[in-house]
Structures are given as structure tokens and as C-alpha cells.
């Protein structure tokens, strides 16, 4: 109990330490700018301690919303202040080719995994019934703006199931399921002059990544240029505005960013519901699709969904962190829902001194202390302990809330952890392991 005061005490310090004004920067040593995902999770903390922040939180991301209704991944902060390293930022998105970009802030051509509506419930009905009301009011429109994009511009066949275009779309960039695609897919000039060894060591010096923590801990550095060439084929496509995305685009049915996506519908639905709303038809056909869609991506021989290749309809089968996801969303069969969450179980692919490794231990994939390809986030396995507790198995999600918030304590707050020691990695005081380090001690009080 005592372990758990201090450390919330902590969190609150970061997420005041992190306030930019009307949003939370990821951490003020790397990420000066907002970014989607971790917005919606620092407003799911910040909704336990002070709800119309929280709700400026969301709001201010709301705010750069695009036109045709896409909620951009990035909005660049006007006053970034300094930061060891190259910010590509805004020049190498130019999200202005598209007319719908905002004309009132610079912000990425692409999104992020759509955690909004589950925040936007969250914030709301921890705020005052007057403020409820205009909340849900103003918010309600825009969240049905977005996920209708997702279904017109991502999944324009009407499969039940949207496409990604980026490895920054999916949140976890350097998912050993991205990684594989691109370096067999998305040719990169960049990342072949990388291999020259002064090359290499120039590029070295011009990251801004590395200045907070080890190279060995980031993406690659080839990589990570690889996924700044992707940006070139989206920015020739003017981010939708040009018709038939060309081939050099990724097309990639993600199984985390649409078990997020029928998450967020639910309560989409649910929000529309409180305030005595309805969905457009089109977008409620969708909605419908979506469930049995996913389906299609569940391997019953891996026992694991996979994301698919959206053009050669091959499932690519690196078992990851997102392929246990569609446990957090409704509608799941109840054997396939037990048998994700056996994954979780002691001694099951899933399981590590601490939980749950992004990569499993024994997969040849696995880096125990490299970004998304090995270590454990805080945001994901929130995700998994209300996954667990929806399913109805309270006991494992509190068993991994309770070991989450072990792992913080042991390792600080910080942007990911060993899943092996618990070692604390990647940018120090990062907002989204706070807000939701609160929420998880509030569930296991
Ligand atoms: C690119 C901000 C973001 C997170 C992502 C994480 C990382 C950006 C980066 O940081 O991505 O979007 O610079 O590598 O992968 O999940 O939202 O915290």
C-alpha cells in the first residue's frame, strides 16, 4: 500500500512535469509534440485526477482532426524546445499535399491505434453531469467522423477489416511483423546507404533517439530509415488524396489496430446510447462486419491471430503482444477467447518474470531490451488486464495489474521494461506508464 502511495505520487510528478498547455508530451526528454495513443491513455490516468484536464486533453487532439475525418498520429507542438538529434518532424510529412490536413496546426498524414472512444467514455463519465453532456455532445460527432474513415478509406471492399500504411500506424514500430514486411517489401535508398560504415556513423550522430537511452534499446538503424522512406510513397499518394494508394504502400490488415478499432465501436455505440444518439447506417454496417472479419485472422493450428498481408492474403505469422488483442474486444468465441488468455498463463508462451514481453522469450525474433521487439509496455498490458477482467477472469487481471505496477516500481516509470529483470528502458518519466500506473493501482486497491 505504502509502495503504491509513493509511486502514484511519482506518476502524478510526471504527468505535471510532461504538461504542455492543453496536452501531455509522451516525455520531455524525446517527444516534445502530442502524439495520439499516448493522449488518449494519459487522459484515461489523468480521468482518476482531474477529469477537465483530461478532457483538454482529448480535446486538443480533436482539434487537428482532418477534414475527411482522420485523426492524425502526430501534431507537432508550435515551440518544441530543444532536443539532441534531427526533429524530422513536420518536413517530412508536409501533411498540407492533402487539402483535408488542418489549416490551425502541422500534424502527420497518418493515425494511430484508435484508443479514443475508450478515453473519451473514460473522461466522460468521470466529469461533472453538466460538463458530461457537452463532452459527449462535441466529442460523439468526431469519434463517428473517424471510425467512419477508417471504414471508407481503409477498407473500401467493405472486408470488415481496415488497413495500416505505416509501422507508425500500428503504435509499435519496430514489431518484428512490420519489420520482416518492409525490409521484403519497401525499398529504401537510405537504409542501403546506411550500410556504409561512414555513412552509418554520420546518421549515428544525427539521431536524437539515442541521446536518452542505448542504441541497443531503439529500432535499428536501418530500420528506423526504412520507415522514414515509407513516408515518401504515403506523401506521393498525398495521404489518400490521390486515388489507389500506390504499390510501394504497405497494406497490412493489423490485428492490433482492428481488435482496437471494434474495442472502440462498442463503446462508440454505448456513448451514443448516454445521450439518446444514434450511429449513421453505413457506419453501424461496418461496425457489424467487423467482429466475424476478425475471425479471419485466427490460426487455430498457432492457436495466435496474425495480421494479413492485405495484398498477397498471406497471414504473417510472428507471434506478438498484438496477436493476443482481440481478447479486448466484444463477441470473441469463448474457446478462442480461453485460449488467448491460456497464453498468459505461468509457464505459456506469454509469460516472462515480467509480463508480457512483446515477443515471446523463446521466439528467435525476441530482443530483451529493443523497443517493440522483446520488452514489455505498460499500455498493452492495461490493454490485456481489462481485457482479462471483461472476460471474466478477474483473478489473472488483477494477478497482472499487480505485477505491472511491481515491474514500475522496480524499473521507474519509464517508457518500456526488461521482461526478464524488470530493468526500467527507453525515455525516463514517460506519461503514458503514469497515467496508467494510476489507473492499474486503483483497480487492485
Ligand atoms: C513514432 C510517442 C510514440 C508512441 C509510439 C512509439 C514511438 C514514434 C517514434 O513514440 O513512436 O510515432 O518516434 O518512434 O513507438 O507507440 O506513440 O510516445
Not at 116 to 130: F, K, M
Not at 179 to 190: D, G, I, Q
Amino acid at each position: 500500500m505504502i509502495a503504491c502511495a509513493m509511486l502514484e505520487r511519482e506518476a502524478r510528478g510526471v504527468l505535471a512535469a510532461n504538461e504542455r498547455g492543453d496536452y501531455t508530451a509522451p516525455s520531455s526528454t524525446h517527444y516534445p509534440h502530442q502524439w495520439l495513443w499516448d493522449s488518449a491513455y494519459v487522459a484515461i490516468g489523468l480521468a482518476h485526477l482531474d477529469p477537465r484536464r483530461a478532457a483538454r486533453e482529448i480535446d486538443s487532439l480533436m482539434a487537428a482532426q482532418w477534414a475527411n475525418g482522420m485523426v492524425p498520429h502526430m501534431v507537432f507542438a508550435t515551440h518544441p524546445g530543444r532536443r539532441r538529434g534531427l526533429d524530422l518532424g513536420r518536413l517530412l510529412w508536409r501533411s498540407r499535399l492533402n487539402p483535408g490536413a488542418p489549416r490551425a496546426a502541422r500534424t502527420s498524414g497518418i493515425t494511430q491505434p484508435p484508443v479514443l472512444a475508450e478515453a473519451v467514455w473514460r473522461v466522460g463519465t468521470a466529469l461533472d453531469a453538466s460538463d458530461r453532456d457537452d463532452f459527449f455532445g462535441r466529442n460523439l460527432p468526431r469519434l463517428v467522423q473517424y471510425h467512419a474513415w477508417f471504414y471508407r478509406e481503409r477498407d473500401p471492399s467493405g472486408s470488415g477489416l481496415v488497413v495500416s500504411v505505416h509501422p507508425w500506424e500500428t503504435g509499435m514500430d519496430n514489431s518484428p511483423v512490420w519489420t520482416h514486411y518492409m525490409r521484403a517489401h519497401v525499398p529504401s535508398t537510405l537504409a542501403d546507404l546506411s550500410r556504409r560504415p561512414r555513412v552509418r556513423a554520420g546518421l549515428r550522430r544525427l539521431r536524437g533517439d539515442t541521446a536518452g537511452s542505448a542504441e541497443s534499446e531503439r529500432i535499428d538503424l536501418e530500420d528506423g530509415l526504412r520507415s522514414i522512406s515509407a513516408t515518401r510513397g504515403l506523401r506521393r499518394w498525398r495521404y489518400g488524396a490521390s486515388g489507389p494508394p500506390p504499390p510501394d504502400v504497405p497494406q497490412i490488415q493489423d490485428v492490433a489496430v482492428n481488435s482496437i478499432l471494434i474495442r472502440a465501436n462498442a463503446i462508440l455505440a454505448r456513448i451514443a446510447a448516454e445521450i439518446g444518439a444514434s450511429l449513421p447506417e453505413g457506419l453501424q454496417a461496418a461496425i457489424h462486419r467487423a467482429p466475424a472479419a476478425l475471425m479471419t485472422l485466427w490460426d487455430p493450428g498457432a492457436r495466435l491471430f496474425f495480421s494479413r498481408d492485405a495484398s498477397s492474403q498471406q497471414l504473417l505469422r510472428s507471434a506478438t503482444a498484438a496477436s493476443l488483442l482481440p481478447l479486448y474486444t466484444d463477441g470473441l468465441p469463448r474457446d478462442v477467447a480461453g485460449t488467448l488468455a491460456a497464453h498468459l498463463r505461468p509457464g505459456a508462451l506469454f509469460d516472462a518474470p515480467f509480463p508480457v514481453p512483446t515477443v515471446p522469450l523463446n521466439s528467435s525474433d525476441f530482443r530483451e531490451v529493443t523497443y517493440w521487439t522483446g520488452p514489455t509496455w505498460v499500455n498493452l498490458n492495461w490493454t490485456l488486464v481489462v481485457a482479462l477482467e471483461r472476460a471474466g477472469d478477474g483473478e489473472m487481471a488483477t494477478s497482472l495489474a499487480r505485477r505491472t505496477i511491481e515491474m514500475v516500481s522496480i524499473g521507474g516509470i519509464r517508457e518500456y521494461f526488461s521482461p526478464t529483470t524488470g530493468r526500467g528502458l527507453g525515455m525516463p518519466d514517460f506519461s503514458w506508464t503514469a497515467a496508467l500506473v494510476i489507473d492499474l493501482i486503483r483497480r487492485v486497491r
